[in-house]
């Protein structure tokens, strides 16, 4: 299984007050219930660290990846208005997956997990048990779905 660490989506989109691209926005990145600058980085290697502040490219968009910390975002207009900061964002969130073959029940999974999706869909938890490292659903998931399991 592979695990990696991506921010909430793969290319993160913020938007005006208007409904339209914040174009040009600046996205500040820091250490959690602080103003210290706290990198983030480009893309899955962890190599090339974004600039701070993020400059949002035309359709106000970035590339962000987070390290394991906990970080604070805070987001502007390209004039340096505030528009809003949240303070703990969890950077060490990551998932696994597993494909489904319609007719196996049972998956390996490391202790502490907080969440298992099936194609997207979040699963309650009366729908499968864990037992010793091994999360037995009740039913297979179908052929091709993708099991994603997430922990923080």
């Known amino acids: 299984m592979a695990t990696t660490s991506l921010a909430p989506t793969p290319?993160?989109?913020f938007f005006d007050a208007n409904g339209a691209p914040l174009a040009g926005g600046l996205l500040y990145t820091y250490e959690a219930g602080s103003t210290t600058s706290?990198?983030?980085?480009?893309?899955?290697?962890?190599?090339?660290?974004?600039?701070n502040p993020i400059v949002l490219d035309s359709r106000g968009e970035a590339n962000v990846w987070l390290s394991g910390a906990i970080y604070k975002f805070a987001l502007y207009t390209s004039a340096g208005v505030l528009i809003w900061t949240v303070d703990n964002i969890n950077g060490s969130t990551f998932a696994s997956n597993a494909t489904g073959d319609?007719?196996?029940?049972a998956f390996?999974?490391?202790?502490?997990f907080t969440a298992i999706y099936i194609n997207g869909v979040y699963q309650?938890?009366?729908?499968?048990?864990?037992?010793?490292?091994?999360v037995t659903f009740s039913q297979a998931p179908p052929?091709?779905?993708?099991?994603e399991i997430v922990y923080d």
């Open 102 to 105: 319609g007719t196996t029940t």
């Open 11 to 13: 290319k993160l989109q």
């Open 38 to 51: 706290l990198a983030t980085y480009t893309d899955s290697t962890g190599v090339s660290a974004n600039i």
């Open 124 to 134: 309650n938890r009366n729908t499968y048990t864990v037992t010793s490292g091994t």
């Open 108 to 112: 390996s999974v490391v202790n502490g």
């Open 143 to 147: 052929d091709t779905s993708i099991i």
